[in-house]
T-cell receptor
Framework: GQQLNQSPQSMFIQEGEDVSMNCTSS?????WLWYKQDPGEGPVLLIA?????ELTSNGRLTAQFGITRKDSFLNISASIPSDVGIYFCAGLSNTGNQFYFGTGTSLTVIP | EAQVTQNPRYLITVTGKKLTVTCSQNMNHEYMSWYRQDPGLGLRQIYYSMNVEVTDKGDVPEGYKVSRKEKRNFPLILESPSPNQTSLYFC????????????FGQGTRLTVV
């Protein structure tokens, strides 16, 4: 299957700091997504990106669809304790039938 | 309330004893999927279904079966579980092809001893 690699694997930051994480793929995707998984819960969609170069925001979150269509980036500004969780990128297959998820970035926010 | 419901939430079983994890959605979604989540590997798709009686393999289908006899239900069947199927399992549904927002259940933590 498709391989999506996320970095960093984990992050420990102070409350109020900004966070950046990225996701790279061996294949091209036409739709990129970012999900967040709270402890003990299933993932929830944060942002969807549909066009190469697109920059989309959702509150303190900003995500970008890379120009090559093989990568995507997520930034979180002014982190707060409830940002704790695992962040997953995902690419939607060209057929629209399957998601391919990244390996995840675990975020810990220290108050 | 729109939701995806999985049962059970936790299950410990022995090698070779058949089990079924149920999944039900109340949003009339066409697409449903099963994933397993393992440390360092993210979420990997096991099977997906595009509609009633239409299913297809994902990336890691070996050792699993699914069925989609009704639109709302998509059970995951392990005919002969093995320890390497110990994992956290998620069911998800979404409206249709190309619609990116998937709604996930709360997960089923399976341990096979």
């Amino acid at each position: 299957g498709q391989q999506l690699n996320q970095s960093p694997q984990s992050m420990f930051i102070q409350e109020g700091e900004d966070v950046s994480m990225n996701c790279t793929s061996s294949s091209i995707f036409n739709t990129w997504l970012w999900y967040k998984q709270d402890p003990g819960e299933g993932p929830v969609l944060l942002i969807a990106l549909y066009k190469a170069g697109e920059l989309t925001s959702n509150g303190r979150l900003t995500a970008q669809f890379g120009i090559t269509r093989k990568d995507s980036f997520l930034n979180i500004s002014a982190s707060i304790p409830s940002d704790v969780g695992i962040y997953f990128c995902a690419g939607l297959s060209n057929t629209g039938n399957q998601f391919y998820f990244g390996t995840g970035t675990s975020l810990t926010v220290i108050p | 309330e729109a939701q995806v419901t999985q049962n059970p939430r936790y299950l410990i079983t022995v090698t070779g004893k058949k089990l079924t994890v149920t999944c039900s959605q109340n949003m009339n979604h066409e697409y449903m999927s099963w994933y397993r989540q393992d440390p360092g590997l993210g979420l990997r798709q096991i099977y997906y279904s595009m509609n009633v009686e239409v299913t297809d393999k994902g990336d890691v289908p070996e050792g699993y079966k699914v069925s989609r006899k009704e639109k709302r239900n998509f059970p995951l069947i392990l005919e002969s579980p093995s320890p390497n199927q110990t994992s956290l399992y998620f069911c998800a549904s979404r409206m249709g092809q190309g619609v990116p927002e998937a709604f996930f259940g709360q997960g089923t933590r399976l341990t096979v001893v």
